[in-house]
């Protein structure tokens, strides 16, 4: 079945770029999305990117799909510690049906 | 993107008893769902609520357990039924918006004792 995988846990100091990474197994994947959540909150869309894209910019966020592996990365550039969350990787093809990753929790030392 | 609302936002209930949350939407949508995330964990669909019908039910959930309404395009709810420790977990519910992405609402902290 459909799988997503990515790292539990990065730390960085405030001020460097974020890399958090995911990869997936469904090859028939549309879209792949990343959302945000934070402390006792629900879930925050960042972003999204097709999968006929190799890279899309948005801020401080970029995305990089590389479809060949299925490698997704969320660089997330000048991390505050406002950014300190969980961020979960989601993949889908068109059923609308979102398969997540277990998450990783992104700490911003000062 | 359309602003999303679940109430109670926590609730502390009893085994045995049951909780019904509230979602509703600030616009007419198509694609509601319902998702499940167990503590530390990441989120598991729970079912899809169609208007006007039945809702469609993931593996692994039934509606028995998890019985759904969706009386109109910007409210649904889910009813958590005969509650066990187990069933500790928020649970979200979030919308399709244009057939490219999920908008979720703030989520509901449930805690059964």
């Known amino acids: 079945g459909e799988d997503v995988e990515q790292s539990l846990f990065l730390s960085v100091r405030e001020g460097d770029s974020s890399v958090i990474n995911c990869t997936y197994t469904?090859?028939?994947?549309?879209?792949l999305y990343w959302y945000k959540q934070e402390p006792g909150a629900g879930l925050q869309l960042l972003t999204y990117?097709?999968?006929?894209?190799d890279m899309k910019q948005d801020q401080r966020l970029t995305v990089l799909l590389n479809k060949k592996d299925k490698h997704l990365s969320l660089r997330i550039a000048d991390t505050q510690t406002g950014d300190s969350a969980i961020y979960f990787c989601?993949?889908?093809?068109?059923?609308?049906?979102?398969?997540f990753g277990s998450g990783t929790r992104l700490l911003v030392r000062p | 993107s359309a602003v999303i609302s679940q109430k109670p936002s926590r609730d502390i209930c009893q085994r045995g008893t049951s909780l019904t949350i509230q979602c509703q939407v600030d616009?007419?949508?198509?694609?509601m769902f319902w998702y499940r995330q167990q503590p530390g964990q990441s989120l598991t669909l729970i079912a899809t609520?169609?208007?006007?019908?039945?809702?469609?039910?993931e593996s692994g959930f039934v509606i028995d357990k998890f019985p759904i309404s969706r009386p109109n395009l910007t409210f649904s709810t889910l009813t958590v039924s005969n509650l066990s420790p187990e069933d500790s977990s928020i649970y979200l519910c979030?919308?399709?918006?244009?057939?490219?992405?999920?908008?979720f609402g703030p989520g509901t902290r449930l805690t059964v004792l």
């Open positions: 989601a993949e889908s093809d068109s059923s609308y049906k979102l398969i």
């Open positions: 609520a169609n208007q006007g019908s039945e809702a469609t039910y």
């Open positions: 469904d090859s028939s994947s549309t879209y």
């Open positions: 616009s007419q949508v198509t694609m």
């Open positions: 990117i097709f999968s006929n894209m």
């Open positions: 979030s919308v399709e918006d244009e057939g490219l992405t999920q908008y």
